[in-house]
T-cell receptor, first 113, second 115 residues
Framework: KNQVEQSPQSLIILEGKNCTLQ??????????LRWYKQDTGRGPVSLTI?????NTKSNGRYTATLDADTKQSSLHITASQLSDSASYIC????????????FGKGTHLIIQP | GAGVSQSPSNKVTEKGKDVELRCDPI?????LYWYRQSLGQGLEFLIY????????KSGLPSDRFSAERTGGSVSTLTIQRTQQEDSAVYLC?????????????FGAGTRLSVL
């Protein structure tokens, strides 16, 4: 069964600090991996999308890495801001199935001033 | 439109009543998805429309749930005889084609509360 596991479940850090969120997956076949940011009361918004051959991709202060061999990904947030408080969802696309997507449960990140 | 639009944003209903949730996808997107998001849980796939093909209903949890997409654009998710366990946020997303190779754009969701 395709699964995406995220850790930690929740995280609290001080404004200005860096943090790293983890995503482990068992999805086959693998097409791509996405990270979404979901603000409270809003729908998820795509941050990055990486294919098998991509090891890292950045979007401003967000940097995602992918190790296709170990089936792990991380999302690193640099110099956190209050607006980074949100849930971060890892999604793996397999190219198969109804929508071909397996969603993680997300990491709830809180940035404190 | 500029993005995926869902209405209503909030819906409170009594147990046993029927509800209709609406989704306006991004113009030109052929693929449309409905998901359910319960507190502390990941997104649960419900149904998927792709162009004129028959929808994939494999994620619908019971026969009380149904959805249609008229004219390849607007979609309506209907829940009949609502139960308290139906309380959740219902998210709609659209993509240019299939989501496995294209970015999904999500609406803000409809928060359904069944009393």
């Amino acid at each position: 069964k395709n699964q995406v596991e995220q850790s930690p479940q929740s995280l609290i850090i001080l404004e200005g600090k860096n943090c790293t969120l983890q995503c482990n997956y068992t999805v086959s076949p693998f097409s791509n991996l996405r990270w979404y940011k979901q603000d409270t009361g809003r729908g998820p918004v795509s941050l990055t999308i990486m294919t098998f051959s991509e090891n890292t991709k950045s979007n401003g202060r967000y940097t995602a890495t992918l190790d296709a061999d170990t089936k792990q990904s991380s999302l690193h947030i640099t110099a956190s801001q209050l607006s980074d408080s949100a849930s971060y969802i890892c999604v793996v696309a397999s190219g198969g199935g109804a929508d071909g997507l397996t969603f993680g449960k997300g990491t709830h990140l809180i940035i404190q001033p | 439109g500029a993005g995926v639009s869902q209405s209503p944003s909030n819906k409170v209903t009594e147990k046993g009543k029927d509800v209709e949730l609406r989704c306006d996808p991004i113009s030109g997107h052929t693929a449309l998805y409905w998901y359910r998001q319960s507190l502390g849980q990941g997104l649960e796939f419900l149904i998927y429309f792709q162009g004129n093909s028959a929808p994939d209903k494999s994620g619908l949890p019971s026969d009380r749930f149904s959805a249609e997409r008229t004219g390849g654009s607007v979609s309506t998710l209907t829940i009949q005889r609502t139960q308290q366990e139906d309380s959740a946020v219902y998210l709609c997303a659209s993509s240019l084609r299939g989501a496995s190779k294209n970015i999904q754009y999500f609406g803000a969701g409809t928060r359904l509360s069944v009393l």
